[in-house]
């Protein structure tokens, strides 16, 4: 048998490979004229990438006080809708609730009086201390709805004062101007105005059934008789007024 040298099969494989077009040029019609083959190939791979880019889609926030949030996919809250972008399903009594807030017409009765006690850092810090419940308008005086919402929350604190005296001390109306206090504003997490938290025993911070924490926040409607109903459910939770005389524990294990 005869044996064939490494040199002879290299020069054999190089004749061969000249002569062979491993890739063909494609024409130049084929790269102008539109298919419906490719047009269809084309829209498909469309609707992938965005159903792709859709499925990774983050939401991040900037507010006016300069604060940023990033990611806040998770914090979003999801609400079926039917045709007509209403809601729907077990949402509806959801969104009577929280679709129209509504507003007293108060500007005429007062007078101009600053009733609830205008807070900063250290002042918030003590009326937290001080006061069983303490709710808090945080606010912008350039809002308008916050302009709205001011002559109704002067005379609901006033009226909530009588009602519930300071040596009562279980609920105390207040507001904190997030202009004048932004940092303030920015450790709460203020991203709307205006924003009614409620702090029980120091702290706004509530855990949801899904184990979520979130801020415990008023979203009802802005009027003197619904704020001061507010003000009587709390103070239930507040337990006895600081004022009350306390059982003597001597008597009490008798």
């Known amino acids: 048998m005869a044996l064939v040298s490494a040199e002879s099969q290299d020069g054999l494989f190089r004749r061969h490979a000249r002569h062979t077009h491993l ?3 494609a024409p130049c019609s084929d790269l102008t004229e539109a298919t419906l083959a490719g047009a269809i190939i084309s829209l498909s791979a469309a609707a992938i990438i965005f159903l792709l880019l859709s499925m990774y889609a983050t939401l991040d926030v900037s507010d006016v006080l300069g604060q940023s949030r990033l990611n806040l996919t998770r ?5 079926p809708i039917d045709s007509e972008l209403a809601f729907a399903g077990t949402e509806t009594d959801e969104a009577a ?4 807030i509504e507003y007293d017409d108060l500007s005429a009765e007062h007078d101009g009086t600053d009733y609830a006690k205008t807070l900063d850092a250290a002042s918030l810090s003590h009326s937290l201390s001080r ?4 709710v808090v308008n945080f606010f912008a005086p350039w809002c308008s709805w916050c302009q709205r919402l001011a002559p109704t929350w002067e005379l609901a604190a006033r009226a909530s004062q009588e009602k519930y005296p300071e040596a009562d001390g279980r609920v105390r109306f207040a507001k904190v ?3 004048a206090q932004a940092e303030l504003c920015r450790q709460h ?7 009614i938290r409620i702090f029980r025993h120091g702290s706004d911070d509530v855990v949801t059934r899904g184990g979520r924490h979130e801020h415990e926040a008023y979203y009802g409607a802005r009027t003197k008789e619904a704020l001061l109903s507010l003000a009587d ?5 507040a337990g006895l007024p600081h004022n009350a005389p306390r059982p003597n524990l001597a008597d009490v294990a008798k």
Not at 97 to 100: A, E, P
Not at 189 to 195: C, D, G, L, Y
Request: aromatic share 10%; charged share 20%.
């Open 177 to 179: 101007d997030c202009v």
């Open 75 to 79: 914090a979003i809250r999801k609400r």
């Open 23 to 25: 890739f063909s040029h």
């Open 189 to 195: 997490v203020i991203t709307a105005f205006p924003s």
């Open 131 to 134: 006061y069983d419940v303490v």
């Open 233 to 237: 459910a709390l103070v239930q939770s």
């Open 97 to 100: 609730r929280h679709g129209q």
